[in-house]
């Protein structure tokens, strides 16, 4: 097995690991090592497949499906088996638990009082439902939140800012107003604690910017990207060592790929200040092997205001980042060897790289490289081009329409939460059968087979997007099934690839 297999084996592991005790480890009292080595055990198997029968001996299918149905199982009978039971579950909310929305809304409070209401407020709330744009019909209290249930007789945009304004006006900043879709066109209000009402100075003093810790993991990434961008020029550690200007030639590497990463992350971040969304600054992954880094990210601080906001802000990430990674590719490929198509030849193999795997990149290849590129062809790529590929995969990476990947975020907000999380589920198992078709994508398949699938709701859940967004998010898809999509055999045939 390859170093970079055993690396992306390493990192599969360190990641799988983090998700589990930031997440599952809250819902049981499983120890943490057992789930993760549950998590763990298919990408290994396959992997001690490979050490043993070699890389060229095919994977039987039973083999290849066994550890994921058993691993899968077991993970869940583990969850099961040790989950935490809260004195409330009882009384646990059914409509919002149906939805798969009772896990967000317990995160943001709990509601102590069985009735935290007295009669004269209950009364309150009942007029904040003007009969002609709500019309409710009860009022439930829950351990997570107050519902309240009706029949909807306006569109729910005019209705969700008529109630909030009213709860508002009653009861300040004390609840926030979250409408959800229930029923079959049964939409329910849910009012939670508000975690950031101005009583709580405490987490309002909670530094949310921290622009000295942004800045130095920025360096800190631009020198690991800048000494793994060196061995993409073709340096040497001796060469390196006898010469240390020649670390300069990194950052061919080292700065579009930390372009394309800022790009990404900072047109998350506009378009959260755009809609008031509090959120931090980006921060960069540092990682000293492989790749330099393991991306960036931005943490959201507050809930989304509805739909239309979750879509801009998870749109603007990919797309930006996709804009600044295909001119760069572009350019880069301009600069990129031809090379013998060889058997190493592979999607990781940048100094050999096979981009009929993709019928985007292989027909940008064509297009770029024209004549040169022929079906015994792979292309050497120059450190400008890794760094454009690695943004186009990044993109494809987050636009995967699984839990709280952008792409995720923007099924959610183009056809709603339960929708989603049915889009999420299929997405998997197409990316566990492309896996099979190409090892490459294994690990990928894992990681999002694992990864939680559930979205937290927006505080409107309930007002569908307009067409251009629609269309938009719709764009976006298509765009990561050409990312994925094997070029097929006609279509490299026509253009002699």
């Given amino acids: 097995m390859?170093?970079?297999?055993?690396?992306?084996?390493?990192?599969?592991?360190?990641?799988?690991?983090?998700?589990?005790?930031?997440?599952?480890?809250?819902?049981?009292?499983?120890?943490?090592?057992?789930?993760?080595?549950?998590l763990m055990a298919p990408p290994v198997c396959l992997s001690l497949w490979m050490v043993i029968m070699g890389e060229d001996e095919p994977l039987p299918l039973a083999v290849a499906l066994l550890p994921f149905v058993v691993c899968t199982i077991l993970y869940w009978w583990l969850i099961q088996r040790g989950r935490k039971v809260p004195p409330t579950t009882a009384t646990q909310d059914g409509e919002a638990a149906e939805n798969g929305t009772a896990s967000p809304l317990a995160?943001?409070?709990?509601?102590?009082?069985?009735?935290?209401?007295?009669?004269?407020?209950?009364?309150?709330?009942?007029?904040?439902?003007?009969?002609?744009?709500?019309?409710?019909?009860?009022?439930?209290?829950?351990?997570?939140?107050?519902?309240?249930?009706?029949?909807?007789?306006?569109?729910?945009?005019?209705?969700?800012?008529?109630?909030?304004?009213?709860?508002?006006?009653?009861?300040?900043?004390?609840?926030?107003?979250?409408?959800?879709?229930?029923?079959?066109?049964?939409?329910?209000?849910?009012?939670?604690?508000?975690?950031?009402?101005?009583?709580?100075?405490?987490?309002?003093?909670?530094?949310?910017?921290?622009?000295?810790?942004?800045?130095?993991?920025?360096?800190?990434?631009?020198?690991?990207?800048?000494?793994?961008?060196?061995?993409?020029?073709?340096?040497?550690p001796d060469q390196f060592q006898a010469d240390p200007s020649l670390l300069l030639q990194g950052l061919a590497y080292s700065v579009p790929l930390l372009l394309i990463l800022s790009v990404h992350e900072f047109s998350h971040y506009a378009a959260s200040v755009h809609y008031h969304v509090r959120t931090t600054l980006p921060y960069f992954i540092p990682m000293p092997f492989f790749l330099g880094t393991f991306g960036a990210f931005i943490q959201t601080r507050s809930p989304m205001p509805h739909r239309r906001a979750l879509f801009d802000i998870a749109f603007a990430g990919p797309i930006g980042g996709f804009i600044i990674a295909l001119p760069l590719l572009i350019w880069g490929l301009h600069l990129s060897t031809p090379v013998p198509l060889e058997e190493t030849s592979s999607l990781l193999?940048?100094?050999?790289?096979?981009?009929?795997?993709?019928?985007?990149?292989?027909?940008?290849?064509?297009?770029?490289?024209?004549?040169?590129?022929?079906?015994?062809?792979?292309?050497?790529?120059?450190?400008?081009?890794?760094?454009?590929?690695?943004?186009?995969?990044?993109?494809?990476?987050?636009?995967?329409?699984?839990?709280?990947?952008?792409?995720?975020?923007?099924?959610?907000?183009?056809?709603?939460?339960?929708?989603?999380?049915?889009?999420?589920?299929?997405?998997?198992?197409?990316?566990?059968?492309?896996?099979?078709?190409?090892?490459?994508?294994?690990?990928?398949?894992?990681?999002?087979?694992?990864?939680?699938?559930?979205?937290?709701?927006?505080l409107n859940d309930v007002t569908e997007l307009n067409q251009v967004r629609d269309g938009l998010g719709l764009a976006s898809l298509t765009l990561l099934v050409l990312i994925l999509l094997p070029l097929p055999a006609t279509v490299a045939q026509w253009l002699q690839i």
């Fill in 349 to 458: 193999n940048f100094k050999s790289l096979d981009p009929r795997f993709s019928f985007f990149l292989g027909v940008l290849s064509r297009l770029t490289l024209g004549s040169q590129f022929t079906p015994e062809m792979a292309i050497q790529l120059h450190p400008i081009a890794v760094a454009g590929y690695l943004g186009v995969i990044i993109t494809a990476l987050n636009l995967m329409p699984v839990g709280q990947l952008d792409g995720g975020h923007i099924v959610h907000a183009m056809f709603g939460q339960r929708m989603a999380m049915g889009i999420g589920q299929v997405a998997r198992l197409i990316m566990l059968v492309l896996g099979f078709v190409r090892s490459e994508f294994i690990i990928w398949a894992v990681f999002l087979l694992f990864m939680p699938n559930m979205d937290e709701p927006a």
């Fill in 2 to 38: 390859e170093i970079v297999e055993v690396l992306l084996l390493l990192v599969l592991g360190i990641i799988s690991y983090l998700i589990v005790k930031r997440t599952v480890v809250q819902l049981t009292n499983t120890p943490v090592w057992l789930l993760w080595a549950t």
């Fill in 107 to 236: 995160k943001l409070a709990t509601i102590k009082d069985p009735n935290p209401l007295t009669a004269e407020e209950e009364k309150n709330l009942r007029t904040c439902f003007p009969w002609g744009v709500y019309y409710l019909q009860a009022v439930d209290y829950r351990p997570q939140a107050i519902l309240c249930r009706g029949r909807l007789t306006t569109n729910p945009e005019v209705a969700y800012r008529t109630v909030r304004d009213n709860v508002e006006s009653t009861f300040g900043d004390r609840f926030l107003l979250v409408f959800q879709e229930g029923q079959p066109n049964k939409p329910f209000f849910a009012l939670v604690p508000n975690p950031w009402n101005k009583t709580q100075t405490q987490r309002h003093a909670e530094p949310l910017k921290r622009p000295l810790l942004a800045a130095a993991l920025l360096l800190i990434t631009l020198f690991t990207t800048t000494v793994v961008g060196m061995d993409f020029a073709n340096i040497s």
